[in-house]
């Protein structure tokens, strides 16, 4: 049962809807797609020790994780949000080149649903939909796995695997590129106990080229094997199949089918201060996302420079967006769940208030859902724009209602 259920009616709760800014974390991934996380109950002894009150999950095409999701942070004394990620297609701008929010990709698009229903219990057209992305993102893992295990025994590596060798040790039920590349780097420090030794297999599989990294930074070794074997042109690049990406309005489509709030996950600006085509221009970003009907985008301020963002999100606050802001934990290392910007330059009051505003939107949604009646998306899907201040304030007493429990 969702915990919402049993809070009080929307008048009391209003009547204790004073701001308290907190820290939270909005996105992240857990071990049910591919997480810096070895379990949930980790996820929450960490929030709980930095002190972060609200946490999203936000796997990819699953929502298997919800429930421990829910279990855990019920326990913990921290309010779950839940989310989903999917990636897309954008075909449009995937024919002209342009490249949205994956910066090597034209036309890839991630895209994200916030304040999902939980239990989630999407009609049998959209669960068999779900089922069919999911397997067809497994099968192209699988035979990735069976080529570098080809390519394995053509330069004589005293090890292989399997996908379901695999899918045991370090998946649960959605099998991604990044396992794989964790279960090359865990085989080679098995086999090989020296450092010298280690780096001279990794230089084999990587047709002659140097590791970069240090041996003992998990996430470059990681990413150096994705790099060299399993992105494009390396020896167990699988390309991927079109049915793995449905187009955004049947992404958006199943996120209000699962009772969900669409939301444009932004990349921003990269470590050169660069921009894909799609999110260069700011205003412009803005009335396109408006023109779709998406009124809700997420960042991961971790990877942006301060100063950009503030411009960034300030654009999109006055448009009266929801905005919510992540840590994503969606790579092997295991960074804090407190938000910062790049270079670790803390949120300023701003900031901060912005992404709380947005989690109380999120959170009002959820209740209102858990309690049978329309949250922030209306019945055929439309956001209800001049109702934000009301889902802030409803939001503003939730919390503050489960906090003081």
């Known amino acids: 049962m969702n915990f919402l259920s049993s809070f009080p009616d929307k008048e009391t709760l209003l009547s204790n809807s004073e701001k308290q800014v907190f820290d939270l974390d909005g996105h992240i991934h857990t071990p049910y797609s591919f997480s810096a996380f070895e379990s949930i109950p980790q996820i929450f002894a960490m929030a709980k020790k930095e002190k972060i009150r ?68 999407p009609d049998t057209t959209t669960k068999e939909l779900l089922k069919q992305v999911k397997k067809e993102s497994n099968k192209q893992t699988a035979a990735m796995i069976k080529q570098l295990n080809d390519y394995l025994m053509v330069v004589g590596a005293p090890f292989g695997m399997t996908y379901e060798e695999v899918k045991i040790l370090y998946a649960e039920d959605l099998v991604r590129e990044r396992h794989i590349a964790k279960a090359v780097r865990r085989k080679v420090f098995e086999v090989y106990k020296d450092n010298g030794d280690r780096s001279a297999m990794l230089s084999i599989l990587f047709a002659g080229k140097q590791v970069q990294s240090s041996l003992d930074d998990i996430n470059g070794l990681e990413n ?77 301020p971790g990877r942006n420079d301060i100063n950009i963002l503030k411009k ?43 992404s709380y505003l947005g989690a109380c939107v999120i959170a009002a949604h959820q209740y209102l859902r858990a309690k049978g009646e329309e949250g922030y998306i209306d ?18 007493g939730i919390f503050n209602y489960y906090f003081s429990k």
């Open 54 to 121: 609200a946490v999203g999950i936000n796997d990819f095409i699953v929502t298997d994780g919800h429930q421990a999701f829910h279990d855990a942070a019920v326990a913990a004394g921290i309010f779950p949000l839940f989310n989903i990620e999917f990636m897309g297609l954008l075909k449009e701008e995937q024919g002209k080149g342009i490249r949205v929010n994956d910066p090597s990709n034209p036309g890839r698009t991630y895209f994200s649903g916030k304040g999902l229903d939980y239990p989630s219990n």
């Open 312 to 354: 960034f999100v300030q654009i999109f606050h006055e448009a009266d967006f929801v905005i919510t802001f992540g840590t994503e934990h969606n790579t092997p290392e295991l960074i804090p769940l407190k938000v910062d910007t790049r270079g670790h330059i803390d949120l300023d009051e701003d900031l901060k208030e912005i």
């Open 224 to 300: 150096e094997i994705r790099g060299n074997l399993l992105k494009s042109g390396g020896p167990a690049y699988v390309e991927e199949d079109e049915a793995a990406f449905l187009e955004i309005d049947k992404i958006m489509d199943i996120i209000v089918k699962m009772g969900g709030i669409p939301c444009y996950p932004v990349l921003l600006d990269d470590k050169k201060g660069h921009f894909t085509e799609f999110e260069s221009d700011f205003e412009k970003l803005r009335d396109t996302l408006i023109a779709k009907n998406i009124k809700c985008i997420e960042l991961i």
């Open 379 to 396: 019945a055929q899907g439309k956001v209800k724009q001049n109702q934000i201040q009301k889902f802030r304030a409803l939001g503003s």
